[in-house]
């Protein structure tokens, strides 16, 4: 069960939100919450809600004591758990194939066991959040050890728990423990409604149809003419963006309804200046995490060159078992280490020619993140003109949506949207006529949209 | 935002695709249609391609002749019967089961409009999918839902399980009307057929209807069935379902129509399959099924009882027989049991 689901939309979500403030009394929210966060779960496999659970009491269990506090062995307990899960069902395989490939195995493979293993619903997230929690215990930055049930609803949470934002525990603990006092006003119901609402819309209306466009063009990338190239490459930025960047926006709906106030995880990032800016406005939640949690443990800015090319090798690795998003994570490292060395030179270029080169160089990177390195290095070919053009280009039609895309992505502003003031009774009329309007038609296209792209990591 | 304007504007939106639900097709969907919209409504939703037949049928004088059934017959038209002048008409609906079929002969018997002679084909049990019906109304089923816990109670007292098992294929089979009625294609596709000439179509698909009722479908004559040995996964039927709609048929049969059942057939390499690897489960709804055939004695003949005739034709795949073929069979039927 996925948020774009009419199961989730019209069943789990109100039942939860009844339950919630009408069935269950109020000190037991937060089991309640627990309770719909693990079943919301279990619909993606029950082994995989053992092993989130496991993680859960795993990290607990060797956090809980003070001792861990500048504990070194402690602390590499407590990640090796989780840790090891994530390797299990992510990595592994790819791990085997990569030593196979680069030995002299010959041409049986022997590990064929492990190719059958189906990737937990959103384990890099979550075992992110574990591993911050630990750390921040063994760093004395959460000195007090919360009751085990809000670390479990903290880690498992449904709006966030299979494609973020990574959440620090400091983020909710306030929610949590406020849990039973919380009464949400008209506003705070609201505002939850129209980021749920916005982030359906541009991920059903938005994401979905340039995906749907793209599946058939994208079969045979060496086939495309420079126009269907330039669509793909345009195209597949707007929707990893939007179907990301929907995703979030569901996610802060969701925490909202029970008053939870996850950070922004996009800060417009197609408007960044430069790369380095970029990464300040892309999945800001693990930026930073990656940041606090890698880079400043690397040394910083010491060994710049050295770490840049670390974070971002393990952030590419972070997304995808694959060498292509290994080289996709340093190709932005490249970017970025590469914008240090000549900013004098770019921050004196016109701000709209930064945020044009910035915004190419982003979306040609994601050919690493949509093909194998066969496949992209076709797709590029086809963009120098190399291509057999055998593959129909984008129609009018196509290319319409792909401009509503990108109008959309630099002209609208959903979070200023939601927190704008609507006391004048005229404008919150009209506001959530809209908003309807919006939601009955994203309704209309709910049954074929896809999963979401970041739940694969 | 105001929450409550937010409401009654999805509320109020999301009526429209209720109601235009509601709005009955033309009534001579079939006599007068244009060549390309019959094209297009291969891509209609079950609920609305029975609507089409029945309003066609309610439009013109009783058949003689009806097949009902689903993909497994629907390419079967006049042209593959031998059956003189009576007339006939196909409402067969693609992805539907017996259930789709009962309901269809109950509402033209209703309107007094049912065939002379219904012939009902019925999926091969090796394969059967069972499922609820899409036709008629909401309300027709909830009703029928209601008659169905109903007799589950009365036949099977004390087998609770049963009941919720009738009660919760009932909820899922709403809630997927309910959420297919939201649905932008199924919207797309109504409008294509109510209005031809303002709303185009949404695909180009490769069959069309005819004025029969039948969609013929063109297969090559080399198609290959090798790769339907092991054709699909063998289904479960939920049992007491089918010995339910043959005393629905029993009701119908004799009164305001003759009722015919036969078992789909099963390409030869897939019933081998079959054969060589029997399944308790088929055997006993075999045994269920002629069981209620003869307890409320209604002309039922399985897949070994009335072979298909041999006659080179190509299959499409393991389960869809070719029409010539089957218009053999039920032309067969039709002299043995229709009244001249």
């Known amino acids: 069960m996925i948020f774009n689901d009419f199961r989730f939309l019209f069943v789990f979500l109100p039942a939860i939100v009844i339950a919630c403030y009408f069935l269950v009394p109020a000190t037991r929210r937060r089991d309640l919450l627990l309770a719909a966060s693990l079943l919301y779960y279990s619909f993606s496999g029950i082994e995989h809600t053992i092993i989130l659970v496991a993680g859960v009491v795993w990290v607990y269990a060797i956090c809980r004591s003070d001792a861990i506090k500048d504990n070194g062995w402690r602390l590499t307990v407590a990640v090796i758990g989780p840790a090891a899960a994530l390797v299990y069902y992510k990595y592994w395989t790819f791990i085997l194939n990569s030593a196979w490939q680069f030995s002299d195995a010959g041409a049986t493979r022997p590990f064929s066991i492990f190719e059958n293993v189906i990737l937990p619903a959103g384990i890099s997230f979550f075992t992110f959040q574990m591993i911050s929690f630990a750390i921040d215990r063994y760093r004395g930055n959460i000195r007090e050890m919360p009751p085990f049930r809000s670390f479990a609803l903290y880690i498992s949470f449904f709006p966030q728990l299979v494609a973020g934002p990574i959440l620090r525990f400091d983020h909710v603990k306030g929610a949590i423990d406020n849990l039973s006092r919380f009464a949400p006003s008209r506003k705070d119901f609201a505002d939850a409604m129209a980021y749920i609402v916005f982030g359906l819309m541009v991920k059903v209306l938005l994401a979905d149809s340039l995906s749907r466009i793209m599946t058939p063009i994208i079969t045979d990338p060496g086939a495309l003419s420079i126009g269907g190239g330039a669509y793909v490459v345009l195209g597949y930025s707007f929707q990893i963006y939007f179907d990301f960047y929907g995703y979030s926006l569901i996610a802060i709906g969701l925490g909202r309804l029970f008053g939870f106030r996850f950070p922004d995880n996009f800060l417009r990032p197609y408007e960044a200046n430069n790369p380095r800016d970029f990464w300040r406005r892309w999945h800001v939640s693990l930026s930073y995490w990656i940041r606090d949690y890698l880079y400043l443990p690397l040394g910083g800015n010491r060994r710049y060159a050295l770490n840049i090319a670390i974070v971002f090798g393990a952030c590419g690795l972070w997304h995808g078992a694959g060498w292509n998003f290994v080289v996709w994570g340093l190709y932005h490292g490249i970017l970025v280490a590469g914008y240090s060395a000549v900013a004098p030179w770019w921050d004196r270029l016109p701000t709209l020619l930064q945020r044009t080169l910035n915004f190419t160089l982003v979306s040609l990177g994601w050919l690493l993140f949509l093909f194998d390195f066969a496949a992209a290095k076709a797709l590029f070919l086809s963009l120098l003109g190399q291509g057999t053009g055998l593959v129909a280009a984008p129609n009018f039609w196509n290319w319409i949506i792909l401009l509503t895309a990108a109008a959309i992505c630099f002209g609208a502003n959903f979070e200023r949207s939601v927190g704008r003031d609507c006391s004048r009774r005229g404008i919150g009329i009209a506001y959530g006529i809209v908003l309807g309007a919006i939601f009955f038609l994203t309704m209309l296209f709910i049954d074929i949209s896809q999963t979401f792209i970041y739940f694969r990591f | ?340």
């Open chain 2, 1 to 340: 935002m105001r929450i409550t304007a937010f409401v009654i504007t999805f509320a109020l939106l999301a009526l429209i695709p209720v109601v235009l639900k509601g709005i009955p097709f033309s009534r001579t969907a079939f006599s007068d249609i244009r060549p390309d919209v019959f094209k297009r409504m291969t891509v209609l939703h079950p609920y609305d391609l029975a609507s089409v037949k029945v309003n066609h049928a309610l439009s013109k004088p009783r058949f003689d002749v009806g097949v009902f059934g689903n993909s497994r017959v629907v390419a079967v038209g006049v042209k593959h019967l031998d059956i003189g002048d009576r007339s006939f008409f196909n409402f067969a609906v693609p992805g539907t089961s017996l259930r789709q079929s009962v309901n269809l002969v109950d509402e033209l018997a209703a309107h007094g409009k049912a065939p002379k002679l219904s012939i009902i084909s019925f999926d091969n049990l090796e394969i059967d999918q069972y499922g609820n019906a899409y036709y008629p109304s909401a309300f027709s089923r909830w009703w029928q839902a209601g008659r169905d816990a109903f007799w589950a109670l009365v036949n099977r007292p004390g087998d609770m399980l049963l009941l919720a098992h009738i009660v919760l294929d009932h909820i899922y089979a709403e809630w997927e009307a309910l959420t297919d009625t939201w649905n932008a294609k199924s919207l797309w596709a109504r409008g294509a057929i109510q209005a031809p000439s303002l709303v185009p179509p949404l695909s180009k698909p490769r069959h069309a209807y005819i004025s029969d009722g039948s969609r013929p479908v063109k297969i090559p004559q080399n198609n290959s069935v090798d790769r339907f040995e092991r054709p699909q996964q063998r289904m479960i039927l939920l049992s007491p379902y089918m010995a339910r709609d043959i005393e629905r048929l029993a009701a119908l049969d004799g009164q305001s129509t003759r009722i015919l059942i036969y078992e789909t057939h099963l390409e030869t390499k897939s019933a081998s399959y079959f054969d060589a690897n029997p399944s308790d489960a088929v055997i006993e709804k075999r045994r269920q099924f002629r069981t209620a055939c003869e307890r409320f004695g209604i002309a039922c003949y399985t897949a070994k009882e009335r072979p298909l005739p041999e006659n080179g034709s190509p299959w499409e795949d393991c389960c869809h027989a070719p029409a010539d073929a089957i218009g053999q069979l039920i032309s067969g039927l039709v002299r043995k049991h229709a009244t001249p």
